[in-house]
C-alpha cells in the first residue's frame, strides 16, 4: 500500500504534513501529479481559524496546483496519461483544498468525476509554460472579478491590494487594455511588484490618496464637491476600513468590486451610496475564466511570474506558510510537491 504526504489543518495554526493512502482512480476520476501547488491566501486563513472541517477532521489544504495526468478512468475522454493540466477545485463540486476531502499540497491528488464534470481538469496547450501553470487559479480569480464588472479599456482603475489577487488583476486589466491603473497597498516590496508592471502606486496611508487618484484620473463632481474620476475600484484587501473609504472616496456612478475576503460586517452610509449611485458587485471564485486565463497567457502578452516571490519543497511545508505570512516580503510562495 502505497503511502503519500499531504499537507493538512489539524486547529489553529496547526499544520501537518500526514501521511495518507495514495489515492485509486475510479472509471470516471483522474489521479494528477501534482507539480507545483501555490499558497493562496485562503490558506492562511483556514490555517488561521483551524479550517473548515471540524476540530476531530484534519482538512487538506492546496487548491493552486498544476500537474500531469498520472492515471485516468476508463469512462475520461477529456484528457489523457500524460496531459499537462490545471486542476479547477470547483469544477466537480468536491471542494478541493476549500473544505472537501483531497488537498493540493501533496504529490497525487484524486478529481473526482471527471467524467460528468470535465472542465475540473484543463488541459494546457503546447508550448504553454509550466512557470505559469499554478498561477491559472488566482488569475482566474482576477479575471471573474473584471468580468463582473465589465471593465473595459475606458476605464480608470483602482486595486486597493497588491496581494496576488491585486497584482493578478493589474495584470488582466492591462491586457484588456486599461491604462493609468492605481495600485494601493502598504507594502513597498509589492508597491515595487506593481510599478514594475507600469501601475501607478500610492500607500495606502497617504493622507493626500484622493488628490493623487484625482491627479491621476481627473474629477468629477457630486453636488458641487469635485472627487476622484476613477470609473471602477477593486477591493482586494478584505479589510474593513479599506472598503469603507472606497465607498467614501468612489465618485458618482463609479462601480465597486468586492473581491477580499472580509471576516467582520462593515458599515457603509447608505444615504451617500443612493446619491452617488454606486453599485458594489462582490466577485467570489470562478466560472467560465480557466479557459480565458489560458487562452490569455498562451498569447505570450502576460507573463504572471512576476508574482512569485519565493518557493520550497512539499518537506518544508511549514517554512513555506511562515513566509507567505509576511506580506512585507512574499507574494506568491509556491511549493514543489515532488520534492
Known amino acids: 500500500m502505497e503511502m503519500i504526504p499531504l499537507a493538512q489543518i489539524h486547529g489553529v495554526d496547526d499544520l501537518r ?157 492591462a491586457y484588456r487594455g486599461l491604462k493609468h491603473i492605481a495600485v494601493i497597498d502598504l507594502s513597498d516590496k509589492r508597491l515595487d511588484i506593481a510599478r514594475a508592471l507600469g501601475a501607478s502606486v500610492f500607500r495606502g496611508d497617504d493622507l493626500d490618496l484622493a488628490k493623487r487618484l484625482t491627479d491621476l484620473h481627473g474629477s468629477t463632481s457630486f453636488f458641487g464637491m469635485p472627487m476622484p474620476g476613477s470609473t471602477v475600484f477593486f477591493e482586494a484587501t478584505g479589510v474593513r476600513g479599506v472598503f469603507e473609504n472606497i465607498v467614501n472616496i468612489a465618485g458618482p456612478g463609479s462601480r465597486i468590486c468586492l473581491t477580499g475576503l472580509h471576516k467582520e460586517s462593515a458599515t457603509v452610509d447608505l444615504v451617500m451610496l443612493l446619491a452617488k449611485e454606486i453599485p458594489i458587485i462582490p466577485a467570489m471564485g470562478y466560472e467560465q475564466e480557466f479557459s480565458e486565463v489560458i487562452d490569455m497567457l498562451a498569447s505570450g502578452k502576460v507573463d504572471p511570474t512576476v508574482l512569485i516571490t519565493h518557493h520550497y519543497s512539499l518537506t518544508d511545508i511549514q517554512a513555506a506558510f511562515a513566509q507567505a505570512k509576511d506580506p512585507h516580503h512574499a507574494v506568491k510562495v509556491m511549493v514543489d510537491c515532488q520534492s
Open 17 to 173: 504534513l500526514a501521511h495518507v493512502v495514495a489515492p485509486e482512480c475510479g472509471p470516471d476520476d483522474v489521479v494528477v501529479r501534482v507539480r507545483e501547488c501555490g499558497i493562496c491566501g485562503s490558506d492562511l486563513s483556514y490555517l488561521a481559524i483551524g479550517g473548515l472541517t471540524g476540530p476531530d477532521t484534519p482538512m487538506p489544504i492546496g487548491h493552486e496546483l498544476w500537474g500531469q495526468v498520472q492515471e485516468k478512468g476508463v469512462n475520461v475522454n477529456s484528457v489523457d496519461v500524460g496531459d499537462r493540466v490545471v486542476v479547477q477545485p470547483l469544477g466537480n463540486g468536491s471542494n478541493i483544498g476549500n473544505g472537501g476531502p483531497e488537498g493540493g499540497f501533496s504529490p497525487l491528488l484524486l478529481v473526482r468525476e471527471v467524467a460528468t464534470f470535465p472542465d475540473a481538469v484543463h488541459k494546457l496547450p503546447k508550448g504553454f509554460p509550466a512557470a505559469y501553470g499554478a498561477l491559472v487559479e488566482p488569475m482566474s480569480v482576477a479575471q471573474h472579478s473584471a468580468n463582473r464588472v465589465s471593465a473595459g479599456p475606458s476605464d480608470k482603475a483602482v486595486i486597493y491590494g497588491a496581494g496576488p489577487i491585486g497584482l493578478s488583476l493589474l495584470l488582466v486589466l
